[in-house]
């Protein structure tokens, strides 16, 4: 029975640290080797074009390679990577912005004018290198809504 509880605790408070006792086989991939985040736009934005959107409200950072105070990803392994977004705009105004790797664009957005609220949703799988740096930076329009509305997220596929 207490070789029943000591497995229970290990497991649940690091699987591979009770792999290496029980022999589990234990994932060299496990969850707290693998980057992932997820960050919101806290408060309605107002930048300048050209400016990385700062997802400053950090939900889920493991591995903290998100930083919210430059709105940029660091990559800390090479692999394949999922990432996504979903940029508001408010009513009236459309917002451009764009993906980048380093100083490399990946991919364009646009939320269109539509008199209400819209949005766009992107998600792509992209192979990264270790180092490599990823940020979403507004290129046009207008304000950008927080409250949670907006965000930006990756995590490490493989």
């Known amino acids: 029975m ?7 605790l290990l497991t649940l408070t690091n699987f591979c640290v009770a ?7 234990c994932d ?11 960050a919101f736009v806290k408060q309605h934005l107002s930048i300048p074009n050209e400016q990385i959107i700062k997802f400053d409200d950090v939900e889920t950072n493991i591995g903290n390679h998100y930083n919210p105070l430059s709105g ?3 990559t800390p392994k090479e692999g394949l990577y999922v990432m996504g977004c979903m940029i508001m705009a408010h009513a009236d105004n459309d917002v451009h912005y764009k993906w980048m790797k380093n100083d490399t664009l990946i991919l364009n957005g646009y939320v269109a004018k539509t008199g209400n ?10 192979s990264l290198k270790r180092g490599d740096l990823i940020s979403i930076t507004k290129t046009g329009g207008g304000n950008i809504y927080g409250g949670r509305y907006s965000y930006m ?4 596929l493989n």
């Open 2 to 8: 207490l070789k029943f509880w000591l497995i229970h």
């Open 28 to 38: 060299s991939n496990s969850y707290t080797e693998k980057p992932a985040f997820l």
């Open 72 to 74: 940029v990803f660091t």
């Open 153 to 156: 997220s990756g995590y490490l």
């Open 117 to 126: 609220p819209n949005s766009q949703t992107q998600s792509f799988v992209i």
């Open 19 to 25: 792999d290496q006792i029980f022999n589990f086989g």
